[in-house]
């Protein structure tokens, strides 16, 4: 039986997250992040980016996690802020995002927050909060769920007030525990908020996603998941969404001209001996029963060519559009990109960011980078940038969007691009750093 979690949530109601704010992982000190269309998150080499993209990940999936796994998951030493200038207990999470569900449109807040659990310390939730603002009737949000380490509260009935208390465990979210209250007049919303499912990509090395002969037993052809075989997703687009699959081959021809065709050819696969040993013991994968390779003509050769042939940028150009389609069709209201740029020629960038840009409707695209050419590209008032500092914090500050023009002109009296004038400021002396913190936004 095949899982379709992400259509179970389209039933219901669907998210566009617009903020997110972390604080107490790793090195992450309050980061609050508002995201536009594509956010990019830029800083030197080693500042804390991917420790960033890896919060956010471990915030959501803590909120669709057992309370077992929330349990070991608030022990979890890789996540322990141990930087000696910011030494906290507490992990905070908080999301906000547009949830349409009952044909109706609401703003949403859900925060939540636990006790790290080290050797002199108990894990445990310390707060949980919702709040919901119907946008059709309301000026202000409202308080849905209240919590704090002595009391749980929540709002159980429409005129009421969020004065219902309720016992819960200290490894679990009550936001989890409603989703059994059948006749709660917001569970629409709740069941969003418990099915939520972002995905972070880091293929830096894409040759496994063109010749993969393992399936997840439970995936379909066209879920979001690590593991997955691009022409043989391609095969099912193009049958099931033919526009999709016009679009990422028409927009792959556009960023690299020298492609002129595109074919998926389909081989039937046999297996002997150890390989299918492998597939029978294995209870989380199963092998493929057919073989899509990718075959792609090149204006300078006389006939296609397996596409694994090309280079590492053209493969992972066609990966990530692929992702962000399906990311699209499942209905992931989050997708993080770590160094976009990565293999690809600086010439290209600019084709391929409008290509992400086209690419994108209610999904959000959040990307990392260390590369001044791929800001060149961007607009400015999009980008988080990584101050510096000498305490090794990860401190990521909005530009102002009444900075953009004095950067620009910044950047022409340097007679250098906007990309590589940032990049001097956030890795230069303290007069820089000086200069940089009058662009950004402060708390």
């Known amino acids: 039986m095949k899982v379709h979690r992400i259509l179970f949530e389209s039933r219901v109601g669907t998210l566009e997250i617009t903020r997110i704010r972390i604080d107490g992982f790793k090195n992450i ?77 609401y703003d949403v807040i859900f925060e939540y927050s636990f006790m790290w659990g080290k050797p002199d310390k108990t894990s445990g939730i310390v707060s949980e909060t919702l709040r919901i603002k119907n946008l059709d009737d309301s000026q202000k949000h409202s308080l849905y769920i209240s919590r704090d380490k002595e009391k749980c509260l929540y709002k159980s009935s429409l005129s009421g007030r969020c004065d219902k208390e309720i016992k819960i465990g200290d490894n679990e979210l009550l936001i989890n525990k409603l989703m059994a209250f059948d006749n709660l007049f917001y569970l629409n919303i709740i069941k969003v908020l418990n099915n939520i499912y972002i995905y972070i990509d880091r293929h830096f090395d894409s040759n496994p996603s063109y010749e993969l002969p393992f399936l997840y037993i439970n995936s379909d052809e066209l879920s979001l998941s690590d593991n997955k075989d691009i022409p043989r997703v391609l095969y099912f687009l193009k049958e099931q969404h033919p526009e999709k699959y016009e679009l990422i081959i028409n927009t792959l021809m556009d960023i690299f001209s020298f492609i002129e ?31 899509y390779i990718l075959y792609a003509k090149h204006k300078n050769l006389v006939t296609p060519i397996n596409f694994l042939q090309f280079s590492d940028g053209v493969k992972r150009v066609l990966l990530l559009l692929t992702y962000l389609v399906l990311a699209e069709i499942n209905n992931y209201p989050l997708i993080a990109i770590e160094e976009p740029e990565n293999s690809i020629n600086p010439g290209l960038l600019k084709k391929y960011i409008i290509a992400l840009d086209n690419f994108v409707d209610r999904t959000k695209v959040l990307i990392t980078s260390h590369s001044p050419f791929l800001v060149n590209y961007i607009d400015p008032s999009s980008l988080y940038l990584g101050v510096p500092n000498e305490k090794g914090l990860a401190i990521f500050r909005k530009v102002k969007s009444s900075s953009v023009s004095k950067i620009y002109h910044a950047a022409d009296d340097s007679n250098v691009l906007v990309g590589e004038y940032l990049f001097d400021l956030m890795s230069s002396d303290k007069d820089d750093g000086v200069i940089l913190e009058k662009y950004l936004e402060h708390e």
């Open 261 to 291: 065709k595109i074919e998926i050819e389909v081989y039937p696969l046999e297996y002997r001996g150890s390989m299918q040993q492998i597939a029978s013991e294995n209870e989380l994968f199963k092998l493929a029963d057919k073989k």
């Open 29 to 105: 000190v309050n980061a609050e992040i508002k995201l536009d269309k594509i956010t990019s998150l830029l800083s030197v080499n080693s500042y804390g980016k991917s420790n960033l993209l890896q919060a956010i990940d471990f915030g959501f999936f803590f909120i669709n996690a057992s309370p077992n796994k929330k349990k070991k998951m608030m022990c979890w030493i890789g996540g322990f802020p141990l930087n000696e200038e910011y030494l906290t207990d507490i992990f905070s999470f908080e999301m906000q995002g547009m949830i349409e569900a009952d044909n109706k449109k």
